[in-house]
Nanobody
Framework: QVQLVESGGGLVQPGGSLRLSCAASGSIFSTYHMAWYRQAPGKQRELVALITSASITNYSDSVKGRFTISRDNARNTVYLQMNSLKPEDTAVYYC?????????WGQGTQVTVSS
């Protein structure tokens, strides 16, 4: 199973940008599909973006055109570039690695969008 550690969260003003990183270890990173989820207070965890092992991407409608997911298999890392941030993007962001038979989560990183 893969271990995941997120970084890059913080406080940013509306309209600003952040880049989240998720470093993986313990297994063959390139064979995993990777995703970013987020959970705001009082709400269910929701899928933000995913990238398959073949680097096919998909996004939720709420972030399409503003967020970009990418992966660097040489560095065992997946990224989430977040632009034009809005207060409603405030949440804990979680990294997820999955394939048939396994599903792993990171500990989460807080993103707060506020003036």
């Amino acid at each position: 199973q893969v271990q995941l550690v997120e970084s890059g969260g913080g406080l940013v003003q509306p309209g600003g940008s952040l880049r989240l990183s998720c470093a993986a270890s313990g297994s063959i990173f390139s064979t995993y599909h990777m995703a970013w989820y987020r959970q705001a207070p009082g709400k269910q965890r929701e899928l933000v973006a995913l990238i398959t092992s073949a680097s096919i991407t998909n996004y939720s409608d709420s972030v399409k055109g503003r967020f970009t997911i990418s992966r660097d298999n040489a560095r065992n890392t997946v990224y989430l570039q977040m632009n034009s941030l809005k207060p409603e993007d405030t949440a804990v962001y979680y990294c997820n690695a999955f394939k048939i038979g396994t599903n792993s989560w990171g500990q989460g990183t807080q993103v707060t969008v506020s003036s």
